[in-house]
Structures are given as C-alpha cells and as structure tokens.
C-alpha cells in the first residue's frame, strides 16, 4: 500500500505529464476553487465508455492531430 505522500507524487506526476505544468496547476487550482465533488464529477461528467474506449479513442485523436500538425 502506498502512502498519501507517495499517491500525490504519483498524481502530480501524472497530471504533469498529460497536461504539462502549468496547465496541471491551472487544473489544481480549478479544483481547489470550487466546490467539486468528484465523486458526482465520475458518475456524470465522464463519458459512458470503457477504458479500453478512451484509451482507442485518445490513440485516434492523438494521430489526428500528429497528422495535422506535420509540415
């Protein structure tokens, strides 16, 4: 088991290196400003898809735009 210390380096980690940093501190501050409730947040503000779903989907799009932004 991990401890807390350990779960938010991993986080901020993770946040890092989807968004870059300043964009996983904007995300951190959006959180911390408002009142969010994550768990209401998973149950409706995701999309009703398997990872394996997003995960194909992200791919796609992530080619997409490989693609468009080739010279």
Excluded at 19 to 25: D, K, S
Excluded at 28 to 36: G, H, I, M, P
Aim: charge should be neutral; glycine fraction near 4%.
């Amino acid at each position: 088991m991990k401890t807390e210390a350990e779960i938010r380096m991993k986080g901020m980690q993770a946040l890092i290196s989807a968004l870059g940093l300043v964009e996983a501190e904007r995300f951190l501050v959006a959180v911390s400003r408002d009142k969010f409730d994550y768990t209401e947040w998973r149950r409706t503000g995701l999309p009703e898809m398997t990872v394996e779903e997003i995960s194909t989907a992200a791919n796609k799009l992530a080619d997409s735009l490989n693609r468009a932004n080739k010279p």
